[in-house]
């Protein structure tokens, strides 16, 4: 089982920016295999649409720094580590500059980049980006054709409904080729169908805290997935997930160790992160149980 970690980018972690390089370097040093961000764009004070499907959202996310900015930060100062997202909210960019930003950051970690997409939940946040909610998954269809122009043809153009890319010269390709692996999160059944025909793999989430894992809720969206992507004509084997532990306040180390292990034994989970937001305070504490974490698992 591979395991990383959520980069400092949100809640008390997020005020200390100066420490995401230090942050990065030690977690690779104590054995960490990825390091992952989130993207949250807004943290309305009257939402239209809370978290989690209350009525508020949590303080945590009152503080984010940008996650391109953390991923190119962790990129330059470690050698091995995979560097991930999950998820960014692809409909919001246009693919131009994503495809931009994205090489980038996989030419800088020498082809380390695990981009995951997905399409969001609020309302607020799409008003703010200046992007229709209600395209957000046609959007998101037309990200994926045009970042696989721009990363296998030059030069490269791409005409959309919502997106449109003039013929352009596009010497600069990511490290990884032919793409780098592609992500998606979703359990509604367009988003599985999403994974099935067009991504590398997938990304579930587990809450400890909220309740045991339950090795079915990822095994059986995970049949599906692969049941559907046959029917595409894709080999269903060549199919990833990279696990999200998403500990809720106040969760103990054991059961996020807990989740990890039962995942690696009794799914088809092979990598998995922990979200650190809201189980450390600070880079010393995020840094202290990302390596009890470690431990537990691999002793």
Same mark, same amino acid.
């Given at each position: @089982?591979?395991?990383?970690?959520?980069?400092?980018?949100?809640?008390?972690?997020?005020?200390?920016? !100066?420490? +995401?390089?230090? #942050?990065?370097?030690?977690?690779?040093?104590?054995?960490?295999?990825?390091?992952? +961000?989130?993207?949250? *764009?807004?943290? &309305?004070?009257?939402?239209?649409?809370?978290?989690?499907?209350?009525?508020?959202?949590?303080?945590?996310?009152?503080? +984010?720094?940008? &996650?391109?900015?953390?991923?190119?930060?962790?990129?330059?100062?470690?050698?091995?580590?995979?560097?991930?997202?999950?998820?960014?909210?692809?409909?919001?960019?246009?693919?131009? *500059?994503?495809?931009?930003?994205?090489?980038?950051?996989?030419?800088?970690?020498?082809?380390?980049?695990?981009?995951?997409?997905?399409?969001? %939940?609020?309302?607020?946040?799409?008003?703010?980006?200046?992007? &229709?909610?209600?395209?957000?998954?046609?959007?998101?269809?037309?990200?994926?054709?045009? $970042?696989? !122009? *721009? %990363?296998?043809?030059?030069?490269?153009?791409?005409?959309?409904?919502? %997106?449109?890319?003039?013929?352009?010269?596009?010497?600069? /390709?990511?490290?990884?080729? &032919?793409?780098?692996?592609?992500? $998606?999160?979703? #359990?509604?059944?367009?988003?599985?169908?999403?994974?099935?025909?067009?991504?590398?793999?997938? $990304?579930?989430?587990?809450?400890?805290?909220?309740? !045991?894992?339950?090795?079915?809720? =990822?095994?059986?969206? @995970?049949?599906?997935?692969?049941? *559907?992507? /046959? !029917?595409?004509?894709?080999?269903?084997?060549? $199919?990833?997930?990279?696990?999200?532990?998403?500990?809720?306040?106040?969760?103990?180390?054991?059961?996020?160790?807990?989740?990890? @292990?039962?995942?690696?034994?009794?799914?088809?989970?092979?990598?998995? #992160?922990?979200? @650190?937001?809201?189980?450390?305070?600070?880079?010393?504490?995020?840094?202290?149980?990302?390596?009890?974490?470690?431990?537990? =698992?691999?002793?």
């Amino acid at each position: @089982m591979q395991i990383g970690f959520t980069l400092p980018q949100m809640g008390p972690l997020a005020h200390q920016p !100066e420490e +995401v390089a230090r #942050f990065a370097r030690e977690a690779e040093a104590l054995g960490a295999d990825s390091l992952w +961000v989130g993207d949250r *764009l807004l943290a &309305p004070v009257d939402p239209t649409v809370g978290y989690g499907g209350g009525d508020t959202i949590p303080e945590v996310f009152h503080s +984010v720094l940008d &996650p391109f900015a953390l991923m190119t930060v962790a990129a330059t100062v470690t050698r091995r580590v995979r560097i991930g997202s999950n998820i960014l909210i692809a409909p919001w960019y246009a693919p131009a *500059l994503l495809a931009r930003s994205l090489t980038t950051i996989d030419r800088i970690s020498g082809g380390r980049l695990m981009p995951g997409f997905g399409t969001g %939940w609020s309302p607020d946040e799409y008003q703010a980006a200046g992007v &229709p909610m209600d395209e957000r998954g046609a959007r998101l269809d037309e990200c994926l054709d045009a $970042l696989e !122009e *721009l %990363w296998s043809a030059n030069p490269a153009g791409y005409q959309g409904r919502y %997106w449109q890319i003039p013929q352009t010269y596009a010497d600069i /390709k990511p490290a990884q080729t &032919p793409r780098p692996p592609l992500y $998606l999160a979703g #359990f509604a059944p367009a988003a599985m169908r999403r994974v099935a025909q067009r991504a590398d793999g997938w $990304l579930p989430v587990h809450v400890p805290g909220a309740g !045991e894992f339950d090795p079915a809720t =990822v095994n059986e969206p @995970m049949r599906s997935i692969r049941a *559907l992507a /046959k !029917e595409a004509g894709r080999d269903p084997a060549t $199919l990833r997930m990279v696990l999200r532990v998403y500990p809720a306040p106040g969760t103990g180390l054991d059961q996020v160790v807990d989740t990890i @292990m039962r995942a690696g034994r009794d799914t088809d989970v092979d990598h998995a #992160f922990v979200e @650190m937001m809201n189980i450390a305070a600070s880079v010393d504490e995020s840094l202290d149980k990302a390596q009890r974490i470690l431990n537990a =698992v691999r002793n």
